[in-house]
């Protein structure tokens, strides 16, 4: 079992639609939890960061942490086609190096105008 | 400005050449990475300092020589690379460990 699972898609939705992306765990000693956009060929935007469990707001993107099912989720509402890009979460703070981020494989996100 | 700037953008190399890709932020943080992305991959981490001081080392081949000259920057220095080594070289910088990790845009190399 894979330290972090994200469905890769490619996930298509029309303009406007909310978007639900999601990744599992297995270590439940994980911290923080962050979220990341990259555009082709570009390097990766931090989108959000939490740390532990709850729900976090900013603008459009709302990332969730449920540490009891190591489950974690970021909503996007009115997707726009500017948000077309592979979406990275990403996890740390398991009480070896909190240095390394361990990274889902991401999901590719398409918004059809 | 939570900006990681990388130079150059591209690098073609030869086998035998030696090159080194730069990383610059000025940000305050302490802690400096390099990841290297390969594509439709999540990137893998290669190196991390801390505080000047290299603190991991992901068994990465001597042929890549990381440096840090002070707080602001970091190098990763290039000799004899294969083919197998083209990718996206992607730096980061954190304000310390656990904290949020802000990548540059990369330098696309390509092993020729």
């Known amino acids: 079992q894979k330290e972090v699972e994200q469905d890769p898609g490619p996930l298509s939705v029309p303009e406007g639609a909310i978007v639900s992306l999601n990744c599992t765990y297995s270590n439940s000693a994980f911290q923080y939890f962050m979220w990341y956009r990259q555009y082709s060929r570009k390097g990766p935007e931090l989108l959000m960061y939490t740390y532990s469990s709850g729900n976090k707001e900013d603008g459009r993107f709302t990332a969730q942490v449920d540490k009891s099912s190591k489950y974690i989720s970021l909503f996007i509402r009115d997707s726009q086609p500017s948000d077309s890009a592979t979406y990275l979460c990403?996890?740390?703070?398991?009480?070896?190096?909190?240095?390394?981020?361990?990274f889902g494989k991401g999901t590719l996100l398409t918004v059809n105008p | 400005d939570t900006e990681v700037t990388q130079t150059p953008k591209h690098l073609v190399m030869g086998m035998t050449n030696k090159k080194s890709l730069k990383c610059e932020q000025h940000m305050g943080h302490r802690a400096m990475y390099w990841y290297k992305q390969k594509a439709k991959k999540p990137p893998e981490l290669m190196f991390v300092?801390?505080?000047?001081?290299?603190?991991i080392n992901e068994s990465v081949p001597s042929r890549f020589s990381p440096e840090c000259p002070n707080s602001s920057l970091l190098n990763l220095h290039l000799h004899a690379l294969q083919p197998e080594d083209s990718a996206l070289y992607l730096c980061?910088?954190?304000?310390?460990?656990?904290?949020?990790?802000?990548f540059g845009q990369g330098t696309r190399l390509t092993v020729v």
């Open positions: 990403a996890m740390s703070g398991d009480g070896g190096s909190n240095y390394k981020l361990t």
């Open positions: 300092y801390s505080y000047e001081k290299l603190s």
């Open positions: 980061a910088s954190s304000q310390g460990d656990a904290s949020e990790a802000f």
